[in-house]
């Protein structure tokens, strides 16, 4: 499958909310979307498309927006495609895959809590990695390393 | 009878690491799990953005501490792809002979601890002993056991000792036998069966949806293994099978597992003939001096990388021993990586939990987990 291919596919149904279908080594191709067709960009790539498993849900902060990413993988395909949606820094959340993919459920509370990135509609967003009450986002570049930060942490089932 | 949860963990033998599992039960069966995990949170994506390239490849091994150099593997893959790096050849195969003698490791030590799980005490004696032979191998061309520290951006660090693929052939064909014993003492055992037969089920469209890879998966028949289906590295020029079984179930993945050794050593016999005929190179030329150097930042050989290497995003994708792991790292110039982030596959497959636990009994849960192999250190990262 070719970047083309999934253009093809993606583009009478999606119109202008689809920014672009671009080429990316290794894969079938990264698509772009505005974050409004998240929704829809899910149940095409995973109905019409065949990519019926997603590995992987993640978070880049590029400190005027940040953008999230996923991976999907089609067996029939054989190969990966990637998608990505950029959203602006003071209002960042989405659209939840875990409709159209179970499996993004941890990856998107690990992507809330680190970068920061809220996921609309998520079934059991709370924290994963870090306990609960961590008001800060590691992964953001404002959380600079070697500086400290205090903060009481509450047992979460006592 | 009342429901209540209980936590088994962070301090429990099942747990193998430190997470915790929470169970509802009601009386002896499991009615909702809820797993836990973030108590060995290093903060590796963090702490890399904090690093030059090939200093990142030192938390790779403390990622998944027994199985470092697969995770060293996909992390270099990831970064020569963000910096348009090619590395020779031979760097390949040797990156293939480290991966797939740590699946060995890796396979080894998982049976170690899995048979430990259900009881059998003999079993885990012959797992560690044999899996003491594999670490030899890698003390003698690595100089380290558990931490290798061993491939660099652009290639490996050094080539193997003279007389090194003797002594690995000898290793492989003595571990060929003693996985015959394996299977003797575990399928040749009633209690096995009884412990391991139609337990965790998860069936394949479950696998999929709830995003569980390897031997989780190919157990449920499912032929679905990225060194056959996207291959990377050299795993393209090697002959081997992808192991599947059919029950879904503990047995199935101890199954999946052991076929996987086999294989492993298959591939393995070739790769070696392979180092034997072909000499040359291990690293690439033209690297700036510091990505040879990890400890060595030079300030203005960091301003040549930047004009030399085009920003670029690196996606990476290798089959794990435990399953399908990805990194994504993104290079913004200089010296340090912009972003990376990785996908544990465990990290799903503990993820899918609900799905392989409700309905068991509570003695179950052992033999179950077990049978996930679950590493806690790369999930949590």
């Known amino acids: 499958m070719q970047p083309e291919d999934v253009q093809r596919a993606l583009g009478p149904r999606l119109g202008t909310r689809l920014s672009a279908v671009e080429a990316f080594p290794g894969t079938a191709g990264r698509v772009r979307f505005l974050r409004e067709a ?3 960009v899910f149940r095409a790539v995973h109905d019409d498309l065949g990519f019926l498993h997603l590995s992987l849900v993640g978070g880049v902060d590029w400190v005027d927006h940040r953008e999230v990413f996923y991976v999907v993988w089609s067996d029939d395909a054989k190969q990966y495609l990637l998608l990505s949606t950029d959203v602006p820094a003071n209002d960042a959340h989405v659209e939840s895959a875990t409709a159209v993919w179970p499996s993004a459920n941890w990856h998107e509370r690990e992507t809330w809590e680190l970068v920061d990135i809220g996921f609309d509609h998520h079934p059991d967003l709370r924290h994963l990695l870090m306990p609960d009450g961590y008001v800060f986002h590691p992964l953001l570049r404002s959380f600079k390393l070697h500086e400290p930060e205090e903060l009481e942490v509450k047992s979460r089932h006592v | 009878m009342s429901e209540m949860w209980i936590n088994m963990g962070p301090q429990h033998p099942m747990t193998h690491g430190l997470w915790n599992l929470r169970v509802r039960i009601d009386g002896e069966m499991i009615r909702d799990v809820d797993p836990e995990v973030g108590y060995l949170h290093r903060g590796i994506e963090k702490i890399s953005e904090d690093r030059h390239y090939n200093e990142v490849i030192t938390l790779m091994d403390r990622t998944c501490y027994v199985a470092g150099l697969a995770w060293e593997h996909l992390y270099i893959l990831g970064a020569e792809k963000a910096l ?12 293939v002979l480290s ?5 060995i490791g890796s396979h080894v030590m998982w049976f170690a601890a899995f048979v430990q799980d259900l009881g059998l005490t003999s079993p885990f004696l012959y797992g560690m002993r044999d899996r003491d032979l594999v670490l030899d191998l890698f003390q003698s061309y690595t100089g380290a056991r558990l931490t290798y520290e061993y491939m660099r951006v652009g290639g490996v660090r050094n080539d193997l000792p003279p007389g090194f693929t003797d002594q690995a052939r000898k290793v492989l064909d003595w571990l060929l036998a003693r996985f015959q014993d394996y299977d003797q003492l575990t399928l040749g055992s009633d209690i096995f069966h009884k412990r391991c037969d139609n337990l965790g089920v998860l069936k394949a469209r479950d696998c999929v949806a709830h995003g569980v890879t390897g031997p989780m998966l190919r157990s449920a028949g499912v032929k679905r293994d990225l060194r056959k289906d996207r291959p990377y590295s050299v795993y393209g020029q090697v002959d081997f099978d992808v192991a599947v079984a059919d029950g ?3 047995t199935g993945r101890y199954l999946v597992r052991m076929e996987e050794l086999r294989q492993s050593v298959r591939i393995l016999k070739q790769v070696l003939d392979w180092l034997d005929r072909h000499p040359g190179p291990v690293m690439a030329e033209q690297l700036p001096r510091w990505l040879g150097a ?3 930042p030079q300030g203005r050989e960091g301003y040549l990388l930047k004009r030399q290497y085009p920003k670029g995003v690196g996606f990476s994708a290798i089959e794990e021993p435990h399953g399908e792991a990805q990194a994504y790292v993104v ?12 996908r544990s596959p465990i990290f799903a497959n503990l993820a899918a939990a609900r799905q392989y636990l409700v309905g068991y009994h509570v003695a179950d849960i052992p033999p179950i987990l077990g049978s996930v192999d679950v590493c806690v250190g790369e999930v949590d990262r």
């Open chain 1, 38 to 40: 998240a929704l829809d």
């Open chain 2, 84 to 95: 348009h790096i090619e590395p020779p050849e031979r760097a390949e195969y040797l990156r």
């Open chain 2, 99 to 103: 991966e797939e003698f740590q699946r």
């Open chain 2, 248 to 250: 879904a179930d503990v």
């Open chain 2, 294 to 296: 990890p400890y060595a």
């Open chain 2, 331 to 342: 290079n913004e110039g200089g010296e340090h990586p912009y972003r990376v982030k990785f």
